[in-house]
């Protein structure tokens, strides 16, 4: 969101433990992070400003929003699925939310 354009060759480094500790407090920074420059835009420039996802397909901050959630429902629907194949539990607000 801070270059409005999608580059999917763009990576992240590894979280710096891969303990559960390590791996919350690293997605907590991108969760921080996203929230940071998803505030930096008034509601107008969420609608009209322009996000380029290549091949000449550009969309809206807000509509590029939507496309996110969507696919965090979608993983979090699969993870789902796995987590109780390995018979692991799920939070009660992973219950009401996902499941």
């Not at 801070?2 to 710096?16: G, K, V």
């Not at 901050?61 to 194949?85: M, P, Q, W």
């Amino acid at each position: 969101f801070r270059s409005l354009i999608l580059d999917f060759e763009e990576h992240r480094p590894a979280p710096p433990a891969l303990d559960i500790a390590g791996l919350r407090g690293w997605y907590e920074s991108l969760d921080h992070e996203l929230e940071q420059g998803i505030a930096g835009f008034g509601d107008d420039e969420l609608a009209e400003k322009q996000v380029d996802r290549g091949g000449n397909f550009r969309i809206s901050i807000r509509a590029n929003l939507d496309i996110y959630k969507e696919a965090l429902i979608i993983f979090y629907g699969k993870a789902t699925v796995y987590l109780k194949l390995l018979g692991k539990a799920r939070s009660e607000q992973w219950e009401e939310w996902i499941s």
